[in-house]
């Protein structure tokens, strides 16, 4: 029997990066100029891509997914993204787009440890094993190089330490205008990847729910149905402009 990962109940994991990667694609050439001048960089989509393509990856530990479904608390999961980003990523790119991953989920108040201390977080969720390396799903096998590398198979405590370490002083160890430069930097990551993240979030049946409170979802109802709403009207005026 095949066994698959999933990102929420009933929802596999692949398919949510994947449609995640479809809206990446869709939005980008609306703001690819504008993330070239924040982020002072030509080459701005496959960084973003792979923000996008890899903000979840901590949800394929052992432990999120023996959890997901269940009534027990899930471990956190941006800081890993953030941390395997932060290692691949070359440095001018790799601040903003970490940082703004570590943060995708601040709506639901998980800013603090995710900045400050998401080695000892990873320890105390019980997400990493006796010599500090992150528990890995055994289903992880059953995906492609292009989801899951070798590089995030080597991830440990100390990768997450460092990264947290360096945002903060990336963030906090300039000038007051470089600073407000850099938060502009993170906005625009940060925009990008709750676009695509929260319109393939609510596309899940449990936002259709009635009964379900849906203050409790993604951050909040009215993020989500604007978010919603924008990706919508996009995706209508492009079919308007084939047609």
Known sequence: MKVFLYSAPKEKYIDHINLCLDNFNMIFPLFVETAKRILNSKNVKDALKKMVLYHDIGKLTKKWQEYIGTNKKLPSHAPIGASYLWRTLPEGLKEPISFAVAIHHADKGLLSDNIERPDVQAIIDGIVDYDGKIE??????????????????????????????????????????????????????????????????????????????????????????????????????????EK
């Open 136 to 241: 890995w799903s055994d289903a992880t096998t059953t995906l492609e190089n292009e989801y899951f590398d070798e590089t995030i198979k080597e991830l440990n405590v100390n990768d997450l330490k460092d990264m947290a370490r360096g945002l903060r002083i990336w963030a906090k160890g300039c000038s007051i205008l470089e600073q407000h430069k850099r938060r502009l930097q993170v906005s625009i990551c940060h925009h990008i990847l709750k676009l695509c993240d929260i319109s393939a979030a609510s596309e899940r049946k449990e936002w259709e729910n009635e009964n379900i409170e849906k203050d409790d979802l993604y951050g909040g109802w009215l993020m989500v149905k604007n978010i919603t709403s924008y990706i919508n009207n996009i995706r209508e005026r492009i079919r308007c402009q």
